[in-house]
């Protein structure tokens, strides 16, 4: 991690008042949430038991019953033990928020949460850190510290470059991940492919959308879609200039001109909308979360709108 001159006892600091904010949103019903929705991969043969009344015939082992001469029953156990993989965006664009946080500030809770539940499920956790290159793999492995060493570099990690290339991060998850993991891709998704087509509902061409779709049926994917409302719908403030955080670019708005505001804002809308539409095409489970509401409250929806479907 690239801790440049900040003191080392206040990023202890600021993780350990994450670790304690977020624990409080881990309670018992949150982990009842998450056990329940992400079930282990499969069950594995634990034994060979003799046969009880009201066992279930179809579980007898006929080998050793003939060898035996009286019934016995194979038994099997749940595969609990799940890879959570964090895949999260640090390109420039996350550095921005009107509120109290920015989005980088908002997914580094919200995976707390996520890392700390897994955790608490025994869960091995990993963690993948972009923008348009890969800035910084974890191997997924469990324990308190593990935990603590990934949010710290969620929070404090220092990305070499600001672009965003979320297809060539699916990619090279795809390819160092081989078991099938529970994925969770952070991101603003402000990939320039959907910025230029922003009313195109079907955008099953675009290499966004093929990645995270490619991505899905190796995986267990959730897309969290981080925005925040000044990206979404600009006021009516007169003369601003807007900053692309990613390539530097300014362009001046004049927001008092209602035309050129509701295209604006129709054209961001449109955007999310058309993105939301594909993932819901893909089967893609997706968070919405932004910077002016708490993020607890979508994770939750999420969790019952998953166990709805069980």
């Not at 993780?15 to 982990?31: A, L």
């Not at 949010?151 to 795809?174: C, H, Q, S, V």
């Amino acid at each position: 991690m690239n801790l440049s001159t900040d003191s080392t006892r206040e990023i202890l600091k600021k993780v350990r008042q994450i670790e304690i904010r977020t624990r409080r949103f881990v309670t018992e019903s949150m982990i009842g949430a998450y056990h329940s929705v992400f079930k282990g991969q499969g069950i594995d043969f634990e034994e060979v038991r003799e046969y009880s009344p009201g066992d279930d015939v179809r579980s007898i082992d006929w080998n050793v019953t003939a060898k035996m001469d009286r019934p016995f029953i194979k038994t099997y156990k749940e595969e609990r033990e799940l890879t959570i993989m964090l895949i999260v965006d640090l390109s420039a664009s996350g550095e921005f928020g009107s509120n109290e946080q920015s989005k980088r500030e908002l997914l580094a809770e919200l995976a707390s949460v996520l890392a700390f539940s897994a955790s608490r499920n025994n869960d091995k956790i990993g963690l993948l850190l972009f923008t348009d290159t890969i800035e910084k793999f974890i191997f997924p492995r469990k324990g308190r510290q593990h935990i603590l060493r990934v949010i710290r570099e969620i929070l404090f990690f220092k990305p070499k470059n600001k672009g965003t290339d979320i297809p060539m991060a699916m990619n090279y998850l795809n390819k160092i991940i081989r078991r099938k993991s529970v994925v969770f891709l952070l991101s603003d998704f402000l990939e320039n492919d959907l910025l230029n087509n922003p009313f195109d509902f079907s955008l099953k061409n675009i290499p966004l959308i093929q990645s995270i779709s490619l991505t899905n049926k190796r995986h267990d994917l959730i897309c969290v879609d981080c925005s925040d409302p000044r990206e979404i719908e600009l006021p009516q403030i007169g003369i601003i200039n807007l900053e692309d955080a990613e390539s530097g670019e300014i362009v001046e708005i004049d927001t008092s001109n209602l035309q050129l505001l509701n295209a604006y804002n129709i054209q961001n809308k449109s955007r999310q909308l058309a993105f939301e539409h594909q993932l819901r095409q893909l089967g893609v489970d997706h968070i919405t979360v932004s910077t002016n509401r708490p993020y607890i409250t979508s994770l939750r929806e999420f969790f019952q709108r998953r166990e709805r479907r069980r």
